[in-house]
C-alpha cells in the first residue's frame, strides 16, 4: 500500500533552516504529483508548496523565495527546503500526492486539500521568536 513519511522537522529559532524529507514507498512519486501542506494549530491545513511530475513547481505566496521544493526520484522522496523560517511558519507539515501529472494549481490550489489521494502523518516544525 502506499505510504508517506515525513521526516526533518523540529525546533529552530526565526532566521533557521531545516529541509523536510517525505519517504514513498508502494509508490513511484516521479510520475505523480506532489505537494506539501502545513496545519497550525486552530487553523486550517493549507498548501504550501507542490511540484508537478516534469518538475514544475508552485508555492503559497506566504513562502515563495524562502521554501524549496524537489525531489529525489531515484531515492523516491520528497523535500522541502525552508529558508528565513518564521515564528508563523510554526505548524505540523504534511506531504501529500495525487496519481496525476499534474497538480491541480488553480488561484485557491492552495486550499484544495480533497484533491489529494493520500498523505503522510506529518512532522512538527516550530520556529521560536
Known amino acids: 500500500q502506499v505510504q508517506l513519511v515525513e521526516s526533518g522537522g523540529g525546533s529552530v529559532q526565526a532566521g533557521g533552516s531545516l529541509r523536510l524529507s517525505c519517504a514513498a514507498s508502494?509508490?513511484?512519486?516521479?510520475?505523480?504529483?506532489m505537494a506539501w501542506f502545513r496545519q497550525a494549530p486552530g487553523k486550517e491545513r493549507e498548501g504550501v508548496a507542490r511540484?508537478?511530475?516534469?518538475?514544475?513547481?508552485g508555492y503559497a505566496e506566504s513562502v515563495k523565495g524562502r521554501f524549496t521544493i524537489s525531489q529525489d526520484n531515484a531515492k523516491n522522496t520528497l523535500y522541502l527546503r525552508m529558508n528565513s523560517l518564521v515564528p508563523e511558519d510554526t505548524a505540523t507539515y504534511y506531504c501529500a500526492t495525487r496519481r496525476a501529472t499534474y497538480c491541480f494549481s488553480g488561484p485557491l490550489w492552495y486550499k484544495d486539500t480533497s484533491w489529494y489521494s493520500y498523505w503522510g502523518q506529518g512532522t512538527q516544525v516550530t520556529v521560536s521568536s
Open positions: 508502494g509508490y513511484t512519486i516521479s510520475s505523480a504529483c
Open positions: 511540484i508537478d511530475s516534469d518538475g514544475s513547481t
